[in-house]
Nanobody, 124 residues
């Protein structure tokens, strides 16, 4: 079992930055690929970024490429999402997810464990 806890959300003006964290206790998390997704009420869950277990491989949605950076510190059992140049359309609940498989994926159904999410609101 992997319990994920997100933090770092909040209210920021357009053009600002936030750093989200996804933490989980235990050695299993270090072996997981981790993805960040976002969701607005009434909309489908949208892929944002993902990172493999070692941090060597990352993928991004086109909508955030060049603005967001995903990274991890396995010694701290934490994955980060640095979000720069934020836009009002980035407003959503951001969720992290862990996949105990060997690869990384944009598909939410692949992920085994999910956090509760953290709200990000970008004002214009």
């Amino acid at each position: 079992q992997v319990q994920l806890v997100e933090s770092g959300g909040g209210l920021v003006q357009a053009g600002g930055s936030l750093r989200l964290s996804c933490a989980a206790p235990g050695r299993t998390f270090r072996q997981c690929a981790v993805g960040w997704f976002r969701q607005d009420p009434g909309k489908e869950r949208e892929f944002v970024a993902a990172i493999n277990w070692s941090g060597a491989v990352t993928v991004y949605a086109d909508s955030v490429k060049g603005r967001f950076t995903i990274s991890r510190n396995n010694a701290k059992n934490t994955v980060y999402l640095q979000m720069n140049s934020l836009k009002p359309e980035d407003t959503a609940v951001y969720l992290c997810a862990a996949d105990t498989g060997t690869g990384i994926s944009r598909r939410p159904e692949v992920y085994d464990y999910w956090g509760q999410g953290t709200q990000v609101t970008v004002s214009s």
